[in-house]
């Protein structure tokens, strides 16, 4: 059997092989995972081990995915081959990366890192070159058109944020990269007006509650038209929204979570100071309890970095130490809704009448312009004790809902990375079609068809393990973390790599500004590094999580 001609034309023996093929995954990552799991005692002495448990994660992770993209293809009753031929494609690909990710460290768990002749030959017929090629070339001929099947209610969703994002943001995106300007106001007016920063947001606070997928598709569609100037707004509100909801009171979130679902409050998130990155729990950055004027509160002192809008955001939600004992760790760390007035440039300084100072500067980045990322110095700046996320009961859990809103945020990041790497394919796809050389488009080359096509398996894939870790988050957030950093984890890299293909398809033009597939390769690069970098987020989140199960 053999679909080297073309296109799987008959679905049923390339659902079987896929089916083959993941089965002989699940059963390697298995033993791998269960081996490292031994070595570390579940999890205990990652560090003694990093190496080796970062592979094992990975991989895991990629067949998780290839679960994910074999599952949304038994879902669909209807034969719809331009989204089924990648995603079974993209189930062969991601089953031979876990086996040769595994490779180097097989004899250290003591596993066999091969399949078996049946399932190599299962691998060929689903991923073979030829294959790949075709679905490069069908990709071709509908401009990159995202095939992904969706209910009429999702399939609306999609389709009105998509009408907006190329009406409204689109054509200023290149300008707001370019010039380093700041997210306009009609963007965001805009936005408010359509709901899309209360669609987490319970109907009771004026929000939609539309669920996590709508969410992710809202923010896939702004990010493929701008990562930074539309596709990022919705996650700030939506991470303080998830805390506010976890842990907030009655009255904090009967006051908040309407102006946050309404656009009229801007959020910024501001956890990572200038010698603190992933480890959260060390931060430094104090809240001190005084009473000013005759109101109870605290004031912040301390330094934080890399606090994307907080220049344009009128609250910030803000981790710092309330327990002076830094032993305490993560229990020591509280979260509060700090107030601010707004500045639109690339500085701040503000000051409050009882001697409080915040400054800021926004530090330059080759990518991801439009929102501005501030270093920020509070001193002695007063915030009132009911802006304590959960007030009194909320001293020493600031940590617990910051992670609880990072959960939210990572998955939405995977939404993001779908979104710039659909962009990539479509425009690359334009680009070989109009692009001729040697006296014939680039497109008919087997090479071009062959690297469109993976990029749409990969993009398949990413989609398929966010979409399902939406759903599953919308079932049960905190059982559903992990597979949203594994969403995170995956798209991510995704992005990447599909914006670089597009970039390299580009030719030299690829290089030029003129094109905005240079964009893309420069927003892509932030999203392994942001809601948890890369290899923290391998070995302190999704292997944990993998290891102690």
Not at 164 to 183: N, T, W, Y
Not at 194 to 222: C, R
Not at 500 to 513: S, T
Request: glycine letters at 10%; aromatic letters at 6%; a neutral charge.
């Amino acid at each position: 059997m053999s679909y080297a001609a073309g296109p799987m034309s008959d679905s049923r023996p390339a659902l079987d092989d896929a089916r083959a093929v993941l089965a002989a995954a699940e059963v390697l990552t298995a033993a791998a995972v269960a081996r490292a799991a031994e070595l570390t005692g579940k999890g205990e002495r990652i560090d003694e081990h990093q190496v080796i448990v970062e592979r094992v994660a990975y991989a895991a992770t990629e067949v998780r995915a290839a679960r994910s993209l074999v599952t949304a293809v038994l879902a669909q009753a209807a034969d719809a081959p331009a989204f089924r031929d990648p995603a079974l494609c993209a189930v062969a690909e991601l089953a031979r990366s876990a086996r040769d990710r595994l490779d180097p460290v097989a004899f250290d768990l003591g596993v066999d890192a091969d399949y078996s002749a049946d399932v190599r030959a299962a691998l060929h017929r689903l991923g073979n070159e030829a294959t790949v090629r075709a679905i490069g070339k069908a990709v071709a001929g509908v401009r990159g058109k995202n095939p992904w099947p969706l209910d009429q209610t999702l399939n609306e969703v999609r389709a009105t944020v998509r009408g907006f994002a190329d009406k409204e943001v689109a054509p200023h995106a290149e300008h707001i990269h370019r010039h380093d300007d700041l997210v306009p106001d009609r963007f965001i007016t805009a936005m408010a007006e359509l709901g899309y920063f209360g669609l987490s947001i319970p109907e009771k606070f004026g929000g939609h509650e539309l669920g996590n997928l709508a969410m992710i598709l809202t923010t896939e569609e702004l990010s493929r038209a701008s990562l930074a100037s539309a596709g990022s707004l919705i996650t700030r509100p939506e991470i303080l929204a998830k805390a506010l909801l976890a842990g907030g009171t009655d009255a904090q979130k009967a006051h908040w979570l309407p102006r946050i679902g309404s656009g009229e409050l801007m959020v910024a998130i501001s956890v990572t100071e200038p010698n603190i990155g992933s480890d959260v729990a060390s931060v430094a950055c104090r809240a001190e309890p005084v009473t000013r004027d005759g109101v109870a509160g605290y004031v912040i002192n301390g330094a934080k970095a890399w606090c994307t809008f907080a220049g344009r955001a009128n609250v910030i939600a803000l981790l710092a130490r309330t327990d002076p004992d830094s032993s305490k760790g993560a229990r020591g760390l509280s979260l509060f809704i700090v107030e601010k007035p707004r500045f639109d440039g690339h500085e701040l300084a503000a000051a409050q009448p009882g001697g409080g100072k915040l400054t800021g500067k926004a530090d330059r980045t080759p990518g991801y312009r439009g929102m501005h990322s501030f270093t920020l110095a509070f001193e002695d700046w007063f915030v009132p004790a009911t802006n304590l996320v959960g007030e009194a009961g909320g001293l020493g859990k600031g940590f617990y809902l910051q992670m609880a809103g990072f959960a939210a945020g990572r998955l939405q990041t995977g939404g993001r990375a779908c979104g710039v790497a659909q962009a990539a394919l479509e425009r690359t796809a334009e680009y070989v079609v109009s692009r001729g050389q040697f006296g014939k488009p680039i497109v008919e080359y087997g090479l071009t068809q062959f690297h469109l096509g993976r990029m749409a398996c990969r993009l398949a894939a990413a989609r398929a393990i966010t979409y399902e870790a939406a759903v599953a988050m919308d079932a049960d957030e905190r059982a559903a973390a992990p597979l949203a950093a594994q969403a995170k984890l995956f798209a991510c890299d995704v992005a990447v790599e599909v914006t670089q293909l597009g970039q390299l398809l580009h030719g030299g033009w690829g290089y030029a500004e003129e094109y905005p597939i240079s964009r893309y390769v420069v927003d892509a690069l932030v999203l392994p590094i942001f809601e948890g970098v890369k290899p923290i987020l391998v070995l302190k989140v999704i292997a944990r999580a993998l290891l102690a199960a």
